[in-house]
């Protein structure tokens, strides 16, 4: 059983900049595919970014060039890095964290952390 939680979110003004962190709880941390999801009010939840095992990084197009997914296996943590936050960035974020894929049957939820993006 891996227990994930999130930790950084808050509330920023457009063009600043937040850390989000997860820390897993269990062994085995390194093997775990990692990944950043957000869902907005009335929206479906949408994948951000995610980290294989072996450091391959992923972005969903809205994001690139702005946010950065790293991980730290020795600490059991991921982070995402936002710059340049803009108002369509507001959203509950969510940590996941699964064998070989993010998402997918069986992976594992952060309980999430909220984002607001206001002037």
């Known amino acids: 059983q891996v227990q994930l939680v999130e930790s950084g979110g808050g509330l920023v003004q457009p063009g600043g900049s937040l850390r989000l962190s997860c820390s897993a709880s269990?062994?085995?941390?390194?093997?775990?595919?990692m990944g950043w999801y957000r869902q907005a009010p009335g929206k479906l939840r949408e994948l951000v970014a995610h980290i294989t095992s072996g450091g391959i990084t992923y972005y969903v197009d809205s994001v690139k060039g702005r946010f950065t997914i790293s991980r730290d296996n020795a600490k059991n943590t991921v982070y995402l890095q936002m710059n340049s936050l803009k108002p369509e960035d507001t959203a509950v974020y969510f940590c996941?964290?699964?064998?070989?894929?993010?998402?997918?049957?069986?992976?594992?939820w952060g309980q999430g952390t909220q984002v607001t993006v206001s002037s």
């Open positions: 269990g062994s085995s941390f390194s093997i775990y595919a």
């Open positions: 996941n964290g699964g064998r070989g894929v993010v998402g997918g049957t069986g992976s594992y």
